[in-house]
């Protein structure tokens, strides 16, 4: 009987020393995999060494220069994503109503163009935080022959037709303004829209205020004329509209949190050094004027709160 009792002693004393060990292994597994701050994704990017991106061709955020691609959306997603430990930007450029569903699509891991940051487009894409901010301008028939000076003017004047890039959110600016959508003509990229007001298509194009002006300078042309005293529209969106002025980012899939908030954190560092204001300032933006502080997040411009205050 003792040595029963021994025995049955010894054989609870091994299966308790198993079970702690089992214990002590599973809570440093645990504690391993809590610790590894890189997981899915973002950790196959960065092993890779290797990003696919997705860019809006539309000077000066994101072009093709000389084989190589440039604009402020291309520096500021490089740099940051150099400092997540991803050197290698593969670019493609894309027409801009191409990108969210070329994401979606898993074509590319981000799509960035300063692509504004709209209602709408948050239930489809996950903006990072805003990188930059930008007003509208006009371009009309040299002499301006309508005496087109806002979406105001544009949308009292039924005759006048407009040509605006598919996708952009000008077509809902003006409209905001009045204009009929009977008044607008789509285009495919600024080029088309501007060589539809060359050619008497239509009267006006509108886009971002330097995106129209350096699309202008490269086409010089002696018949478009670049609206110097244009009145900016101010528009509070409503529901899932766009707001003016815009609030550009990049964006990454719904599900990529992970991606996108590492970015966010790079995106807030580099926004702390002089560097942030050299990158605007060689894409012919200022920090002054178009530079966008860590206290302005996407949750904010998404809602539409950034607007009310």
């Not at 959306?73 to 500021?76: I, R």
């Given at each position: 009987m003792r040595k029963w009792l021994v025995s049955l002693a010894l054989a609870l004393a091994l299966v308790l020393a198993m079970a702690a060990c089992s214990s002590d292994s599973g809570g440093e597994a645990d504690s391993d995999s809590n610790s590894d701050e890189d997981t899915g994704r973002l950790a196959e990017l960065k092993e890779a060494g290797?990003?696919?991106v997705g860019f809006a061709d539309e000077k000066p955020y994101a072009y093709e220069e000389d084989g190589e691609l440039k604009g402020v959306?291309?520096?500021?997603a490089t740099?940051?994503?150099?400092?997540?430990?991803?050197?290698?930007?593969?670019g493609h450029l894309s027409d801009f109503g191409e990108l969210i569903p070329g994401l979606q699509a898993k074509k590319y891991d981000i799509i960035t163009a300063s692509m504004a940051i709209t209602g709408d487009r948050c239930e489809n894409a996950a903006f990072g935080n805003p990188e930059v901010l930008y007003g509208e301008g006009l371009i009309v028939q040299a002499g301006n022959p309508l005496g087109l000076k806002s979406y105001e003017d544009i949308g009292n004047n039924?005759?006048?037709i407009v040509s605006i890039m598919a996708g952009a959110t000008e077509n809902d600016f003006v409209q905001e303004y009045g204009v009929d959508e009977s008044q607008i003509q789509s285009a495919p990229d600024i080029p088309a829209t501007l060589s539809a007001v060359e050619s008497g298509r239509a009267d006006a194009t509108t886009g971002t205020e330097m995106t129209i002006k350096m699309a202008l300078e490269s086409a010089d042309s002696d018949n478009l004329e670049f609206v110097e005293d244009f009145e900016q529209p101010i528009i509070v969106p409503d529901g899932g509209e766009a707001g003016s002025p815009s609030y550009g980012a990049?964006?990454?899939r719904l599900d990529d949190d992970e991606l996108r908030e590492a970015y966010n954190e790079a995106l807030?560092?580099?926004k702390e050094t002089d560097k942030y204001g050299e990158l605007l300032e060689a894409n012919y933006f200022s920090l002054e004027a178009n530079g966008v502080g860590n206290d302005v997040t996407a949750e904010m411009v998404c809602s539409g709160d950034i607007y009310k205050e």
């Open positions: 290797t990003i696919q959306a291309v520096d500021v740099e940051v994503l150099k400092s997540l430990g991803i050197d290698n930007v593969e039924p005759d006048a990049a964006a990454f807030a560092e580099l």
